[in-house]
């Protein structure tokens, strides 16, 4: 969790088609309050995408529990949706990561001729580890729902990171990138 949001911070989390979400749905981060920007410098169409009547939308997708406090599910931008469901790679990541001997992982989407997109891991081990495709899908089984678990991995050396040290998702998609 992230804890509840601050006194002076008023949220709204909704559903893609507007509606509010309930307790433990899963929907878009709306905050409102005087830290809001007022909007991105000369650049009114960014504005007029993140800004609405003076909520901000943060591109973050969280749940809300019944005592209020916020759990981050990931980014609207990282989700895809795979025969109809919504997937949220954070959650792959954390499930992958529990796997003694993976040090760092990154789910992106690819493209699939029956599910739509499917998930495609990134894997990078421990100095001195392998890794088993086989013990992957099993533990995945163990966890997941059979939709998110990913359909290939890759191992590499690396993520690629962007200036701010984030993974580089797009450098992952457009293949930049050398497998072990």
């Known amino acids: 969790s992230i804890g509840k949001p601050n006194f002076y911070v008023q949220t709204r989390i909704l559903h893609e088609s507007g509606v509010e979400a309930k307790a433990n749905e899963t929907g878009e981060l709306l905050i409102k309050g005087p830290m809001v920007t007022p909007g991105y410098w000369g650049n009114s169409e960014a504005t007029k995408k993140a800004l609405e009547n003076g909520w901000l939308h943060t591109g973050d997708l969280v749940r809300q529990d ?7 599910v990931d980014r609207i931008k990282n989700m895809f949706i795979s025969g109809g469901e919504n997937v949220y790679p954070a959650e792959i990541e954390r499930i992958l990561g529990q796997m003694e001997g993976i040090k760092e992982v990154a789910i992106i989407p690819t493209a699939h001729d029956k599910w739509g997109e499917v998930g495609k891991a990134f894997i990078v081990l421990e100095l001195g580890r392998t890794f088993s495709e086989a013990a992957a899908l099993a533990h995945c089984r163990t966890y ?5 678990i990913p359909q290939s991995f890759v191992c590499l050396e690396d993520l690629p990171k962007n200036g701010t ?3 580089d998702r797009v450098a992952l998609k457009n293949g930049a990138y050398s497998s072990v």
């Open 66 to 72: 019944e005592e209020g406090y916020l759990y981050v």
């Open 144 to 148: 997941l729902a059979k939709f998110k």
């Open 165 to 167: 040290g984030k993974i």
